[in-house]
């Protein structure tokens, strides 16, 4: 069964860390780039970052230098190391894959028409 899961969200004070994993089963991430995005109640669908089958990253502006994107395709899994959270980030969050694109040049492009897990919930008291 084609899947990813996500997990490692929590609920932590302003400046707090979390790890987020994407753990994908019945294929091989390290064919596909993955983006992860957020999506928030009321709010427009974001996607704080994106890593490429060759590890480049790209990063949204508003989460430059405290989120991290990583990827072991030895173990078929991808994190986003999210740093100095603030209650801005709460939200739950997405790993995604369209099972074709390799290279992060329109992330929205691989979330518009890729597939995600049941998500990790992000929460950052105010």
């Known amino acids: 069964q084609v899947q990813l899961v996500e997990s490692g969200g929590g609920l932590v004070h302003p400046g707090g860390s979390l790890r987020l994993s994407c753990t994908a089963s019945?294929?091989?991430?390290?064919?596909?780039?993955i983006a992860w995005f957020r999506q928030a109640p009321g709010k427009e669908r974001e996607i704080p970052s994106c890593?490429?089958?060759?590890?480049?990253?790209k990063y949204l502006e508003s989460v430059e230098g405290r989120f991290t994107i990583s990827r072991d395709n030895a173990r078929n899994t991808a994190w986003l190391q999210v740093d100095s959270l603030q209650p801005q980030d709460t939200a739950t969050y997405y790993c995604?894959?369209?099972?074709?694109?390799?290279?992060?040049?329109?992330?929205?492009?691989?979330?518009?028409?890729?597939?995600w897990g049941p998500g990790a919930q992000v929460t950052v008291l105010s």
């Open positions: 995604a894959t369209d099972f074709m694109r390799t290279e992060c040049t329109i992330p929205a492009a691989i979330v518009d028409h890729g597939s």
């Open positions: 019945g294929f091989t991430l390290e064919s596909y780039a």
């Open positions: 890593i490429s089958t060759t590890g480049s990253t």
